[in-house]
């Protein structure tokens, strides 16, 4: 619901409750009720519409970290820097060394939501069923979003590309795995790669309102969460 949806339903709120001064007590009681009723959804829908205009503001001037995760295990972490183009590529992300997300792990495990900030406006948490949209991704081997998740979600995954790259179990694959150690210098920068891609892939075919049915279902966490964003999960008309 846009803020055009918005002050359309103010406006005939307004007009409701003048006419209804025309009408009997009974009557006028019930249509005060529902202009009540019709402003208290104007107002909600409106502070969520703040809420996402927000996010859209911190993404065009703040660092914004997401991170991938299956239950409590936290798979993969990159740093999205302030927008200048709608294109995000490699260059747009910043990447966690292994150490720093074993860190970054024991705080998520451990709710401390606070202590993953950083110097970020805003922390994602994306459910990997949010990222399964159609997508390919050649980086020597053709890759679609299920084999990126699999190897985001590894704890092998150097040797599960490897296995994408040389199917056949033979001594070339350890000859595969070091070319691939060599190329991107740690499972955490592979991982954070193809994550990059599925973000670049999601915000690129979102549908308008998907965004907020993800935080709705708890498939997006967002840290720190509006207020608009908590209550729109007992909202059955922001779907």
Known sequence: MDFTS??????????????????????KLAVKLLVLSILVLAFLSFMVYKDVEDLKEGFQNYNNTFFIYNNETLH???????????????????????????????????????GMMGNSHKLFFFNPSVLQKPFKQ?????????????????????DV??????????????????????????????KGVLFAALIGNYFQQQK???????????????????????IIRYMPWID
């Open 161 to 190: 590309l490897a296995r994408k790259v040389r199917p056949e179990q033979d001594e070339t694959s350890g000859m595969v795995v070091a070319t691939l150690k060599e190329l991107y210098g740690s499972e955490q920068k592979l």
């Open 138 to 158: 050649d980086i020597g081997v053709e890759l679609d979003e299920d084999d990126m998740l699999n190897i985001i979600k590894s704890d092998e995954p150097f």
């Open 6 to 27: 918005i002050l359309f339903i103010v406006v005939g709120a307004v007009i409701i409750y003048f006419a209804a001064k025309f009408l009997a007590h009974g009557v």
């Open 76 to 114: 993969a972490g990159v740093v999205l820097k302030p927008l200048d183009s709608l294109i995000l590529t490699t260059d747009s992300f910043s990447f966690f060394s292994e150490e720093e997300m074993e860190a970054l792990a024991k705080d998520f495990q451990e709710g401390n939501y606070k």
């Open 208 to 230: 308008p309102g998907e965004l907020v049915k993800n935080i709705k279902s708890k498939e997006l966490m967002v840290y720190p969460e509006g207020i608009s964003f908590k």
